[in-house]
């Protein structure tokens, strides 16, 4: 979920298990919102993102939940892999604004 | 991702000194972001620019600058760096057409001052 102050939150999670990371948003008028990947190292990468006007949306071993009612994202990535440790974010993009805001981040990491 | 770089990707410069880090694209993208990351932290947004003439301030634009050079360079200043300044610096690039906001992130620049 989302942290506040310097500590990041840890989800452990076995390997070819399913992982939850979930992720509480700020803004009720947010209309757009966006799942990142950040390996050690890298740059953040575009995972996966959906509409307000939506509830799910799937990719590849990747799904999005959106509950607007309790401003609750989510991202479920099924049978977790190795690859899969890294830091991620969610982002809201305020329409009003017409830029993104990110989250601070859950570190996800893998048990063999 | 190679679309996306910066330079230098590591800085190590003292107090008081003028940086520019520098971002260019390849992806042919309007927008362009400089956001700065601190340990334990998400993204935070410095500066963005919608096109070559429009520069924005965003969250935290106190002690930089940025100049959109051209549509392909961005690049981020710090007039008068301080010790808090220490962070990773990552570029962005997103295309405003298509309605998707999807940013494309360069491989962050590490600036120490000291």
């Known amino acids: 979920g989302e942290s506040v102050g310097l500590h990041l939150p840890t989800l452990s999670v076995q390997e070819g298990d399913n992982s939850i990371i979930n992720c509480a948003y700020s803004?009720?008028?947010?209309?757009?919102f966006i799942w990142y990947k950040q390996e050690s190292g890298k740059g953040p990468q575009f995972i996966i993102d959906?509409?307000?006007?939506?509830d799910k949306r799937q990719g590849q071993r990747v799904t999005v939940l959106l509950n607007k009612t309790v401003k609750h994202l989510s991202l479920q990535i099924a049978a977790t892999q190795p690859g899969d440790s890294a830091v991620y974010f969610c982002?809201?993009?305020?329409?009003?604004?017409?830029?993104?805001?990110f989250g601070s981040g859950t570190r996800l990491s893998i048990r063999p | 991702d190679a679309d996306v770089t910066q330079t230098p990707r590591n800085r190590i410069t003292k107090t008081g000194k003028r940086i520019m880090l520098e971002c260019s694209q390849t992806?042919?993208?309007?927008?362009m972001y400089w956001y700065r990351q601190d340990p334990g932290l998400g993204l935070r947004l410095i500066y963005y620019s919608f096109d070559v003439k429009d520069i924005n301030k965003g969250e935290i634009s106190d002690g930089y600058s940025v100049s959109r050079q051209a549509q392909a360079k961005f690049s981020l200043s710090l007039e008068s760096a301080i010790p808090n300044q220490t962070a990773l610096y990552f570029c962005?690039?997103?295309?405003?057409?298509?309605?998707?906001?999807?940013?494309?992130f360069g491989p962050g620049t590490r600036l120490t001052v000291t």
């Open positions: 992806k042919g993208h309007d927008r």
């Open positions: 962005a690039t997103s295309d405003s057409k298509g309605g998707a906001y999807e940013q494309y």
């Open positions: 803004n009720s008028a947010s209309d757009y």
């Open positions: 959906i509409r307000s006007n939506m």
């Open positions: 982002a809201e993009r305020y329409s009003s604004a017409s830029k993104i805001i």
